[in-house]
């Protein structure tokens, strides 16, 4: 993709973006465009998670496995998944703090604090993925798969 056609995407989000939500980015007199950023913001990394989810499992990953040889799929999937934690986590601290923006503890119902519990816990699963699981699994697979030495891939 040249810089045109990101230009042009961007653009043509922004303009949607004023289309539909128009006092969330341009603002409104009445103070009420920070309660409906954060909504945007919470529906956008929520939905975002979601679908970045379901598409690493079901398409993504059956597609991969299915096409590419065991040492291969391995390998990409050791550089992807650093990646895709860290948009995951990512989208979930920006869902954790638009949800506990909206709802302020103090306020908020007995259904609302779990909602926001559960958030946590994802954010906390999702980094634990990132930060403990993920490097000991890619160093496991090195370790495993793959001899350095003689640079022979080893197929189980």
Known sequence: MGWATRFLAAVCF?????LFVPEAILGSPSGAGALTAAKLAHL????????AALWATFIGGIIMFKNL???MFGNLQSKMFPAYFTLISACAAISVAAF????PWKT??????????????????NLSNLLVFTPMTI??????????????????
């Open 108 to 125: 908020a119902s007995t259904v609302e604090r779990y909602q926001l519990g559960f958030l946590l816990s994802a954010l906390g699963c």
């Open 14 to 18: 922004f303009a949607a973006g004023v």
């Open 139 to 156: 160093e496991l697979f090195l370790k495993c798969f793959l001899n350095r030495s003689s640079s022979i891939v080893f197929t189980i």
């Open 69 to 71: 040889p065991r040492h």
């Open 100 to 103: 506990a923006y909206l709802h």
């Open 44 to 51: 956008l990394s929520f939905a975002t998670s979601w679908g």
